[in-house]
């Protein structure tokens, strides 16, 4: 009798992860899809418009990463090179150090002050990210980030993420925009930081001041908000 020995693998299945973080920081137009579906959508979307061809070998720094990155990476599997989240959300970034071990990924915690996410925290230097060992990233990225920062905090935002990425590197952003505002305006005055408008001339403008060219303004969609893809000067 032919022993089935002969014709068993030897082929390791790849390796399965899954994890479950009980926080959602989306709004409800994109928290109605699952996380993963939506992430992995806005991610492809970031890759080609970043020129590259997937996230294989990148290294990603996503700032104010909330969870939804980290759990379309892990439970689909994605290649990454290294994935870094910040975020000033004690809880989230706790959980994501807790329970994802693959060592592509890091998770840090920023107390940088907020109104609507952290309004008790405190200031942050240029440097800052940097002193986490945050260095060398071929791109930074923020999806619904800048829509809740005033000028100030979106210059010393761009300035840290500037300190983070190689030379020439990425930076891929989403912001509110409106022509019609004259440089900047709050959209809810009740609700401070919920809903930042800025005239793209002037974030443009912004940017450029921080060391961050931006070279294309792409409209916005169903799942994000206009996007500014830009490269360091
Ligand atoms: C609307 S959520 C988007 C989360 C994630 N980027 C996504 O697209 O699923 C905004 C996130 O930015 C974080 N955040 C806001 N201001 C921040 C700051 N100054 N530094 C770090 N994180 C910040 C919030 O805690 C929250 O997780």
Request: charged share 20%; glycine share 6%.
């Amino acid at each position: 009798m032919a022993s089935y020995r002969s014709i068993l693998s030897t082929d390791a299945p790849p390796a399965f992860a899954f994890i479950d973080p009980p926080f959602d920081f989306n709004s409800a137009t994109v928290s109605k899809f699952p996380p993963e579906v939506t992430g992995s959508l806005v991610l492809r979307s970031l890759c080609r418009r970043l020129g590259w061809e997937s996230l294989s070998g990148k290294r990603l720094l996503d700032f104010g990463c909330g969870v939804r990155f980290a759990r379309t990476l892990v439970n689909l599997g994605m290649e990454i090179g290294t994935y870094a989240g910040v975020d000033v959300n004690a809880d989230a970034i706790g959980w994501l150090q807790a329970h994802v071990a693959d060592p592509r990924f890091r998770f840090h915690r920023l107390d940088m002050k907020n109104h609507l996410f952290n309004p008790d925290g405190g200031m942050v230097q240029a440097d800052t990210l940097r002193h986490f060992g945050l260095t060398e990233f071929d791109a930074a990225c923020m999806f619904s980030v800048i829509t809740h920062q005033d000028p100030d905090d979106t210059r010393m935002i761009l300035r840290m993420l500037r300190a983070c990425v190689v030379t020439h590197g990425q930076l891929y952003f989403t912001a509110f925009i409106d022509e019609s505002v004259d440089q900047y305006a709050e959209k809810y005055i009740e609700k401070r930081s919920a809903w930042c408008n800025y005239n793209p001339d002037y974030l443009v403008d912004l940017a450029r001041e921080e060391g961050w060219a931006v070279q294309t303004l792409y409209p916005g969609s169903e799942l994000h908000q206009p996007a500014f893809v830009c490269r360091r000067m």
